[in-house]
């Protein structure tokens, strides 16, 4: 297995524009994760999906920021409009969970970092 | 609340020194605990996990850890660094499907 794809590897966009990035989960897993990793904040959960429903978002920070996830094999993250305080890295993870507890490895894609100007 | 809290940010060491990180949470009920490890420019990477059974966990490239639940601890070890364990190395802690990460320890393993 590929692993979790993510692409772009690397964004750099100006303020204001609308970023879009993607993630295509292992297959056969049922649940996707969105994070985003910074200095200041560590490594924050944004967006919880399972079996391609949002399960939670209370991370995602502000209506800026909207995920959806069409189908099980791609989801999509975007940020519209991008702000300099939005620059980060961003993974997204996927795991084979159960409807309750998580007790699997949650697998990370390569990420994609994001610079907003 | 729930929470996960690595004490040292930055630990250096010289090849053959004994690691140990620390890790210490905050969360009601059964956990499940993890240590991911991640590689400069990578992504994150699993090193071990606990669920139940044996608190000695052993994991891949010579580390372990060990779940002392009275102290609410799973800390990381390694008898023996290597220049190539240079990574950041995160604890994180679950009893649903939320992970909740503490803040790395930045590892500098010098030659």
């Known amino acids: 297995d590929a692993g979790v794809i993510q692409s772009p590897r690397h964004e750099v966009t100006e303020m204001g524009q609308e970023v879009t990035l993607r993630c295509k989960p292992i297959?056969?897993?049922?649940?996707l994760f969105w994070y985003r990793q910074t200095m200041m904040r560590g490594l924050e959960l944004l967006i919880y999906f399972n079996n391609n429903v949002p399960i939670d978002d209370s991370g995602m920070p502000e209506d800026r920021f909207s995920a959806k996830m069409p189908n099980a094999s791609f989801s999509t993250l975007k940020i519209q409009p991008s702000e300099p305080r939005d620059s980060a890295v961003y993974f997204c993870?996927?795991?084979?969970?159960?409807?309750?507890?998580?007790?699997?490895?949650?697998?990370f894609g390569p990420g994609t970092r994001l610079t907003v100007l | 609340a729930q929470s996960v809290s690595q004490h040292n940010h930055h630990v250096i060491l010289s090849e053959a020194a004994s690691l140990e990180l620390g890790c210490n949470y905050s969360y009601g009920g059964t956990v499940n605990l993890f240590w991911y490890v991640q590689y400069p420019g990578q992504h994150l990477q699993l090193l071990l996990k606990?669920?139940?059974?044996?608190?000695l966990v052993k994991g891949i490239k010579g580390f372990e850890a060990e779940f002392i639940k009275s102290k609410f601890s799973f800390n990381l070890r390694k008898p023996s660094v290597q220049w190539s364990d240079t990574a950041e190395y995160f604890c994180?802690?679950?009893?649903?499907?939320?992970?909740?990460f503490g803040t790395g320890t930045r590892l500098k393993v010098l030659a």
């Open positions: 994180a802690v679950t009893g649903t499907y939320k992970y909740i």
């Open positions: 993870a996927s795991s084979m969970t159960s409807g309750g507890p998580s007790y699997n490895e949650q697998f």
């Open positions: 606990y669920f139940s059974g044996d608190p």
């Open positions: 297959s056969g897993h049922n649940s």
